[in-house]
């Protein structure tokens, strides 16, 4: 398991933790993607004046409630829209793609929206094998494939030689920043063989966090993106004035996970009262193993959550998530996440990547 930082390392990582946005896009039961993107970019707006660091969307595909399938094209819509935060990708499932397309799209991206865009790889596909194969045209792959292609696609970022034939343009000479992302050892030894931060997604995925983050820690390697290792972690938030409303807005991410988990997913559903007194012990155990990364209640309980989360792991950012039905709740957690970690002694410092 993954060592407990020093009583120091946990006051230091208190003070220095940042906060992010993870926004899935959430299509909503009566709603549609058109609502959905707008209503990420007037998140992104919010978060931005409130001083989240970085704010990500990912690549899933085939799935009902989710809007960001096209991902690329998302971030730029976001940053667009913005002005200095940062705008990227938790992420781009590189076996999906071919590495030269992806150094154009961020290398474009990079060039409008210069020194704002991050670029999170992942080696999962996003979806279902039926679609992967319709995204790819074959699911035939070796192992050592996202590692190469990783590497490959790096090399599109930095100065070309003379000599070499195949470029990325834009692309070329820009150095985006680049996370690999994981919710297992292999995305962590991965990062940490080539110097890069390290992003875990214990919001769906904590079985393997601190273990994952002690092997990253343990054998990072410094590079030239990196000199240290610095990992983020996603954690979900689900704040409201009260503990008994916040535990309402999260039956609507809980019944869309357990209709996943089914092979029926869904748009996201609005709160249901009943949901909880519904579920058979399987389920309910399930759902929270799941969503063992998270916080639910009110400001007071989510400050709580919050900090044992980060004093547990000595994450160097928290990437919040925040499934929730209505937009405007939807804001409303993010701007008690944000106001009570900000309540603190301290602040989050500069220094991250990027």
Request: proline letters at 8%; charged letters at 20%.
């Amino acid at each position: 398991m993954g060592s407990r930082p020093s009583d120091g390392r946990r006051r230091f990582t208190l003070a220095v933790t940042a906060l992010s946005v993870l926004d899935l896009s959430p299509i909503t039961e009566g709603g549609g993607p058109g609502q959905s993107l707008r209503n990420t970019l007037d998140l992104a707006r919010r978060a931005e004046r409130l001083g989240y660091r970085r704010y990500w969307v990912a690549e899933h595909h085939n799935i009902p409630g989710i809007a960001s399938a096209a991902t690329a094209v998302v971030i730029g819509h976001i940053a667009g829209g913005t002005s200095t935060i940062r705008v990227g990708a938790g992420g781009i499932m590189l076996p999906n793609h071919a590495p030269l397309v992806i150094a154009e799209q961020f290398g474009t991206l990079d060039a409008l929206y210069p020194g704002r865009i991050d670029l999170g790889l992942g080696r999962a596909p996003g979806t279902d094998q039926r679609t992967a194969f319709a995204l790819r045209r074959n699911l035939h792959g070796d192992p050592d494939d996202f590692p190469r292609d990783v590497v490959e696609l790096q090399g599109y970022f930095r100065e070309p030689r003379e000599d070499e034939p195949v470029q990325a343009i834009p692309g070329r000479g820009q150095n985006v920043p680049i996370w690999i992302l994981g919710s297992s050892l292999y995305g962590a030894q991965l990062a940490a063989l080539l110097g890069l931060p390290y992003a875990f997604a214990s919001h769906f995925a904590p079985a393997a966090l601190l273990p994952a983050l002690d092997a990253y820690r343990r054998s990072f390697r410094p590079s030239g993106q990196l000199s240290e290792p610095y990992a983020m972690a996603g954690f979900n938030v689900f704040a409201a004035e009260t503990d008994e409303e916040a535990h309402r807005l999260r039956t609507s991410a809980r019944k869309s996970t357990l209709w996943l988990r089914r092979g029926r997913p869904c748009p996201l559903p609005p709160p249901d009262d009943a949901f909880e007194s519904g579920l058979s012990p399987h389920e309910r155990r399930m759902l929270d193993e799941q969503g063992a990364c998270t916080a639910a209640g009110s400001p007071a309980a989510v400050l709580r959550r919050m900090e044992e989360f980060v004093d547990r792991t000595g994450v160097d950012e928290l990437m919040v998530a925040s499934q929730i039905f209505d937009h405007e709740a939807r804001v409303r957690s993010f701007e008690i996440a944000m106001d009570v970690w900000l309540s603190r002694p301290a602040s989050p410092a500069p220094g991250a990547p990027g």
